[in-house]
């Protein structure tokens, strides 16, 4: 059996190798002039990210042995983890106060599911395995929270004029924001559903290695895979329709002109951006 540590051992060429790969991903950024809509680059993120990476990873391999003993640590630390993941994407989607919204898609898609595993014993609370299924799921939840959130309301942002001629027609400020923002939404499922498409046959994911490397047969590795990756899409998926449904009621939205946010604060009203309607 193929030990981890020949694989992938932790010396000082481990270290060398990580620095020039985070460089080059940085330098990349930097000379193609990688950038937000905002004109922000996205070098300086992408060092950045490589180096928090390092940190707060040698912090959590320092601290999981410690939690995993006691499940009131254990249960602080999944919620550390949550909140982190519900600043991050809330932060990605919009910069004012309803960023917070985005616990809702997160919860909405992880709880329910670590709920039935817990409940089931297929995942025991134990810290050494629901910490990492755990993780995984709010890693997976996060990035459709954060794609169909941007998607939405960068959508709403670009074609306002059609959700006008929506509440023109009569519909409602949640029906029109429905029909334009649903299909930009949606596309948040598409990493996900390639994943699983190509599980095998392009990639070797994760969850099949590392069980392999830790002495686990093949079948059994293929089969906690598999669930994995269903598991991210049951997850992924209530998350979009949750995201799409808070842009669509206004909940999670944009400052500024023609941002989305048509008639919040006041439910029923029919207006987009505080023009008045009916």
Not at 57 to 79: D, K, M, Q, T
Not at 129 to 146: D, E, H, N, Y
Not at 157 to 175: I, K, N, P, S
Not at 238 to 243: N, R
Request: aromatic share 4%.
């Amino acid at each position: 059996m193929l030990a981890a540590a020949a694989l992938l051992p932790v010396d000082a060429t481990l270290g060398v190798v990580l620095a020039l790969l985070l460089v080059a991903a940085a330098g990349v950024a930097a000379l193609a002039r990688l950038s937000d809509a905002r004109g922000r680059g996205y070098a300086r993120p992408v060092a950045v990210a490589g180096l928090r990476a390092a940190v707060q990873l040698a912090a959590v391999s320092a601290l999981i042995g410690w939690v995993v003993r006691a499940v009131p640590l254990l249960l602080c630390f999944l919620l550390l983890m949550f909140a982190v993941a519900v600043r991050t994407a809330g932060r990605r989607v919009t910069d004012n106060g309803t960023w917070w919204w985005t616990a809702v898609p997160i919860g909405a898609g992880v709880v329910p599911v670590v709920v039935v595993l817990l409940a089931t014993g297929l995942v025991p609370l134990k810290g050494i395995a629901l910490v990492p299924v755990t993780g995984i799921l709010i890693g997976g939840s996060l990035t459709a929270t954060v794609l169909a959130g941007r998607r939405a309301l960068d959508e709403l942002r670009t074609r306002h004029g059609e959700v006008e001629a929506g509440l023109a027609l009569g519909l409602l400020d949640r029906d029109a924001r429905l029909e334009i923002a649903r299909p930009a939404a949606s596309d948040a499922l598409l990493p996900g559903l390639d994943q699983t498409r190509t599980v095998g046959l392009v990639t070797l994911p994760g969850a099949f290695v590392g069980m392999l490397l830790g002495g686990a047969s093949p079948v059994l590795a293929g089969a906690v895979q598999l669930f994995v990756l269903v598991a991210l899409m049951a997850v992924q998926a209530v998350a979009v329709a949750v995201v799409l449904e808070l842009v669509a009621r206004g909940r999670l939205h944009r400052d500024g002109p023609a941002s989305g946010g048509a008639g919040r604060g006041r439910p029923g009203s029919r207006t987009l951006d505080g023009a008045e309607g009916e």
